[in-house]
């Protein structure tokens, strides 16, 4: 069943890094510095501890810290949608619970990606965290280049597929999803569906929105977010000259973050630049830039007006 009351759920979604103590807690300077700096350039809300936000490998005590504190930041300014998703079911749920009682707004979950799982075991999943956390609204995380799972319109699915409709049928409270797989001509499709579908690919706000998307979450919108503001409500007032010159501006800026094979690590870099606040490094064993390369990125993000 799709949720009602998504009329919020639109605009630029940063899914920006979890800034964090090595082994022990969130940064909560650092994360607090990083939300309000994108509140007061536009966000109309966070894609929280998803791929960039490192939820995976956060410990349970991280992930509880996240939502907390964006909660109490965000809570009746902008929306929150928090990544709950672990390795184990149980572990999802902890993560459900967590977001929930922190008071954030709705969750978003990876299908199970270590082990493989058919269909249905997708649809059980999702449907056990989603029972969890009373049914908050849910976003589905459409990631199968790193999940090898997609999900796809229409009630017939092949391999290492699986379909919308079922989830819509068999999940409480279906919301939409951010869709960051490869083929972006699926987004008229799940909006069709009447499914909040944000986009992933932070280098096409522009594109995406024509497509019907109803907005876009991805990494480098934590770091421009006054840029992605400009070219979303240039496009909601139908200043398309406006649109595309942001959308130029967008692809030259984004392309010097998207150059590093590390979005969080060069995230955290740039925010430490940005706000004068220590944001940390990313969490291993995820990668992290050599002296060299946060010489260039820094060089690089100077030139390209990004710091």
Known sequence: MIAKDLEDYKGFFPANPTPVFEGEGVREDALRAILEYDIENGAGGFWLAG????????????????????????KG?????????????????????????????????????LYAIDEQGVLDFYKEVSDACDNLPFFVYNLPQITGIEFVPGNISGPGQV???????????????????????????????????????????????????????????SIIPSVY???Y??????????????????????????SYNSAADASKILLT?????????????????????????LSRAKEAELI
């Open 273 to 297: 630049e940005i706000l004068d606040v220590d944001c940390g490094r990313s969490i291993l064993p995820n990668r992290r830039l050599t002296d060299i390369e946060i010489k260039e990125l």
């Open 229 to 231: 503001n400009e070219l």
């Open 51 to 74: 791929t960039t936000g490192e939820g995976p490998i956060l410990t349970e005590r991280q992930r509880r810290e996240t939502a907390e504190i964006s909660s109490d930041v965000c």
């Open 163 to 221: 379909s919308m409709d079922k989830v819509v049928d068999q999940v409480p409270n279906v919301a939409g999803l951010k869709h960051s797989a490869a083929n972006q001509a699926m987004i008229p499709v799940f909006k069709n569906m009447g499914l909040a579908c944000f986009s992933g690919n932070g280098f096409l706000p522009l594109p995406s929105l024509t497509l019907g998307a109803v907005g876009t979450v991805d990494a480098p919108l």
């Open 233 to 258: 409500n240039a496009w909601i007032s139908g200043d398309i000259e406006t649109a595309n010159e942001k959308q130029n501006e967008v692809t030259r800026k984004v392309s010097v973050l998207k």
């Open 77 to 113: 300014r902008v929306k929150t949608i928090m990544h709950v998703g672990g390795i184990t079911t149980d572990l999802s749920i902890a993560g459900a619970k967590a977001a929930k009682d922190s008071g954030c707004d709705s969750i978003c979950l990876l299908p199970p990606f």
